[in-house]
């Protein structure tokens, strides 16, 4: 095949799965949903979570858009270095994105700033996101899509704290997110957590914290059992489903972290709505697909 | 218990039973004004293309596709309920302005939106956010748009809806917020968690 035909499959490809995951939560977290569920005792909070279910439910079979806000589609790529396409992988992307706003269909949702205008198409300067990562000695491609929808945007934190505020300044950070704006970005939530130096390098961590799937645990022990306490200690405050007050409050809490500044704690919280769209496939040099975050589909 | 169905145009007398943490549905018009219908009215003094005196206004915007073969009708997609709390600074005095009597949203809203639910009876509801498309099956018919030029997500989508709801009463017309109510046992909560966290977290020693 041509190369400008094998850059056309993926583009069909990658909008059918935007489509895709617009519509259908990953596996992980429509279990998790069901958990949360099963272990709230009031009508108001159980009540909720049928609606939410209901809705599910609709979306499939209508086939549309599960939540109206589709978001600003962002896309973090672990491209391996010698994959074939790496050059053409931003117009692959954009175009997937002008393709699934007619297709599935998406809400317009990129206005582009200072000119305030909607492009009507859902790409702008600069949108959609991409954060790259090249992996040595590969030839494949993994992407991870989200939607990142207003609610779920607003409560997005950072800062730099003094490393005399310690662990202990960057709970308080986090909780202090919770009851503020957290509450309102449709709890149950994900919670992602990142630690580093600047508020840049802490942001997308957190955010990158929100594509690792739930359950998993961050490799440094310390960090781990952080990601518990928070998690324990947030879902003690009772935000319940939409913030009505329940008996949990989040999904899960992931922490990222990379080395710091021996002065400064950057961090940065980044939170997911219930509606969790992420998605998650990787590609090969011939770009036959796979998809690991929704099981029993097909394109 | 029976459904509780408001019908517009809403009297006052409709919304005097009604307290926070009720669920109540509803029948008639809804319209769709968000940030910059606020803003317009409000901060420009361009009065609404649409009369909401006893009516409904929902936080939200949609997505709608234009049904083929027509000039100018929409079917509703998906529709949900945005966060309310933006419109909080222009709230108290749209509803002055407009004497609408039901907004629907998301998440809480503040003292301004509270003094004028009390002072003029309206009320503030949640409808269960990211459920979009059971909202949008409650649309029965888009009857018309305004203000298009806004864009998709902004547009007064004139919405005709039928038992639209699960809506969570938040703020009633006797002064009470749930979302207020809730965030002071969740902040002492919060408090508690913090401590206890704390005493497991000092790794820089």
Known sequence: MSQEKQVQSMIDVMSKFIALFAKKLPDDVEKKLEELSKHETSPLAKSVYETMFLNQKLAMELNRPCCQDTGVLQFFVKAGENFPYLGKIEHILTQAVIDATVNAPLRHNSVETFDEYNTGRNVGTGTPTIFWEIVPDQDDIQIDGYMAGGGCSLPGKAMVLMPGAGYEGVTQFVLDVMTSYGLNACPPLLVGVGIATSVETAALLSKKALMRPLGTHNTNERAAAMEKLLEDGINSIGLGPQGISGNASVMGVHIENTARHPSTIGVAVSTGCWSHRRGHIRFDKDLNYTITSHSGVSL | ?205
């Not at chain 2, 049904?67 to 079917?75: F, H, L, N, S």
């Not at chain 2, 108290?92 to 002072?119: N, P, R, S, Y």
């Not at chain 2, 888009?142 to 902004?154: A, S, V, Y």
Request: aromatic letters at 6%; glycine letters at 8%; proline letters at 3%.
């Open chain 2, 1 to 205: 218990m029976s459904k509780k169905v408001l019908t517009t145009p809403i009297k006052v007398e409709d919304l005097k039973d009604i307290k926070i943490g009720d669920v109540i549905y509803l029948t008639g018009h809804i319209v769709t004004c968000r940030d910059v219908a606020h803003r317009r009215l409000i901060e420009y003094g361009r009065s609404l293309p649409v009369d909401i005196a006893g009516g409904a206004i929902f936080h939200a915007g949609p997505i709608v596709r234009k049904i083929e073969g027509t000039k100018d009708k929409y079917e509703m997609i998906s529709i949900g309920p945005t966060t309310s709390m933006r419109m909080e600074k222009f709230e108290k005095e749209f509803i002055k302005q407009t004497g609408v009597k039901l907004i629907v949203g998301k998440g809480g809203m503040g003292q301004g939106t509270m003094d004028a639910c009390k002072e003029e009876k309206a009320l503030h509801c949640v409808f269960p956010a990211g459920c979009a498309v059971v909202a949008a099956t409650q649309v029965e018919e888009i009857e018309r748009q305004e203000w298009m030029d806004l864009g998709m997500p902004e547009t007064l989508w004139v919405c005709r809806v039928k038992e639209f709801g699960p809506l969570i009463v938040s703020i009633d017309t006797h002064g009470d917020n749930l979302f207020e109510k809730n965030k002071i046992v969740f902040n002492q909560k919060k408090d508690a968690a913090i401590t206890e966290i704390s005493k497991h977290v000092s790794f820089i020693k």
